[in-house]
């Protein structure tokens, strides 16, 4: 099924519709970039990882990639090994075990709107975005090479 909405430029744009049983073995994700922001006053950001959760699967992962010339070029000064403990940190937190602290204790989802939540002037989460797959753990290798590398 799909819609027809017309937006005020006057495009024309069709949103299809899943309704539940029809999603082809698919599930609904959210995901959110994680962002470097070196110099918060003049707002420049690197892309250096993503977070995925899926509801359907009690699945929540991230993969991070922090390119230290592009953060570098943004500040000189910017705390590459503060950023990547914040990085692995997010990583560890998704995997869970002892090395995650407590929020690893709690599900899938609040850990992932845990890790959403701004707690950061340098890292960043941006805004939640949605989608449909059959295997979390590739869509978010996917994400990682599409919209961070």
Known sequence: MSER????????????????????????????????????????????????YCRARGWVGARTHLDEARLLALDPAADVAGVRAALDAVERVCAGGEDAGPAAQDDAGRRFRWLIAPRSAVVQPGPVHTGLTTDPVAETERLLELLVR
């Open 5 to 52: 909405h017309i937006h005020m430029a006057g495009h024309v744009v069709e949103r299809h519709i899943t309704r539940a049983g029809q999603g082809g073995g698919r599930d609904v994700f959210e995901y959110a970039l994680l962002r470097v922001v070196p110099r918060v006053e003049r707002g420049e950001c690197v892309n250096a990882g993503v977070v995925l």
